[in-house]
């Protein structure tokens, strides 16, 4: 368990800020405590200071996991990529949401892209490429995706056309349990 | 006779009163104390109920008790071993240890075994040693040394001739070939000892000599530079970064160093260096700084130099600028007022007085004579020029007006 280096939470916000942009301020200095990012075993996680400090004393071979897992490193460090683990702390900080019907709820959770016909809203004004929460139409948070269409050309667009595309869902802690930790 | 049996009671009575008081020497255990007098050390394995410890009072004087009966037992064994006085300070000689201790450190792991070791249980090659020392020699008609400066000496003498084979160059020294057979020979073994070595020790080897820097192979002059940037007394520490130098952990000196921070546990010093790595992400590529300006500035300067100076030594003159013209040539002219100093640069004063001479004519019209000055400059360094002029020109034989010009000394 170490703390990142300067190289590695660049690129680890850069990710986070597509979803929720300048907002990752509020992650790093919160007013109800001290949290700190975490890598261990190319695994960013997302822990309060006091907890850190508990997992800091365990021997590393046998540390598994502690605090919230974020994301994971690829090997080189290069990229980092968001686990769904992270979805409770981003979503209320999202800056583009897509809600999708509750008959198409299902379709999303096991994986599939979000379509034209499953779209209900969209954040105005949400470009191209932009990182998005995906909710359902009682505002629960059910995955990460990235914008396949801006807000704009959605309107325009047919109903087999994709939407989002999938990044991570809340069905996931179901079909992948061990590869959330 | 009453007063007697008196005392004697009283001593009695003193005596059963102090045996009271003071516990006995004698201590009895259902199960008899383990006494190692070795290690100074009495083990007590006797029942011990357990519940006492529960009572706050009670505990520590049982605790104390049973201490006391051990050490008591011990000092009492002690009493019983052999005596002896050194520097006249008695001295109780405690025997052996008898309790077995683990072991400190784990088994030793065997060595492994060396390449030749290996080879030589594959092929079943058993050990020369114990040969004699001396062999027999039939020449010599005497038992000779197998090896050493004698034997070398005396296979010297041996030698006195040498065959030139028929494949060989007549001229070519047999003797020195030898000698220099039997040197490549030493280093060669030399060289696989230290490799030997390397690889028991798992340590890297040197290169073998001098890396050489005259080939095209890139990657043999990244190597060659790798070294010699570390070839420095402080070991690399202090070489500036090469342009375009991409650190090498275990190569470069402090690569990768930057990836292990420390394990801080200053949250707050962490977070605040988040938020500074946070607002260079948004920073936009191209700054309008000063100091990028000054650098492009700079570079572009840099650039129109190297074009100058290519053009200067390209053949065309017209390129070039016209005929080249040395500086003191033009310093002379000036000086001199066109009399001396190259051609060309004789003909370019002579131009610039021309069309200062009409300008000053035209200014002269314009403002009214004070036009032609010009303004006087601060540095008084400045206005002095490198060479002196003589005041009083002289003249040689054909009546040419010649200024001697020498140069200032600073």
Redesign the interface.
Known sequence: ???L??????VM??KI?KYIG?R??LL??RPDG????RIHNNRVFYVS?KH??LA?TMPKDMLVSFGVIFGKFTKTKKLFFLHITALDYLAPYAQSKVWIKESSEQHFLYANHVMKSDLARITDGTPRNAGVIICNSKDVPLGFGVAAKSALECRHAGPVAIVAFHQADLGEYIRDEDKII | MMEEVDGTLRVQQIIAQADRELKSTQVDKDIPLETDPGNLSVVDINYFDESCMRNVEEREDILASIGRDSVQQLISHMYSLQRTTIDNQPFIIVPNSVTKLPREKPIPKPKPLTRWEKFALEKGIKSKKGRDFKVWDDVAQEFVPRYGKLRVQLDKEKNWVMEVPDNADPYEDQFAKAAEAKKERIAKNEFQRLRNLARAKKTGMPGVGVLRTDTHDTNELKKAMHYSLASTASLGKFQPALRGEVPVKGFTYNAGK????P???D??A??S???K??G???RPELSNDQDVIKKMEKKILDEEIEERRALKLSGRRSKRGGRLVSKSGAALASLTEGQMGDRTSRKRYLEKQRQQAEEAKTKGKKSGGKGGKTPKTGNKRKDKSLFIVSKKPMRTASGRIKNVVKKRQR
């Open positions: 368990m170490r703390p280096s300067d190289t590695e939470t660049k916000f850069k800020m300048e990752v301020k790093i200095k001290n949290y700190c990012f200071e850190m400090k800091a | 930057s990836v292990d921070k394990f801080t546990g949250v707050r962490e977070s260096n988040a938020m790595i946070l260079r992400i948004n």
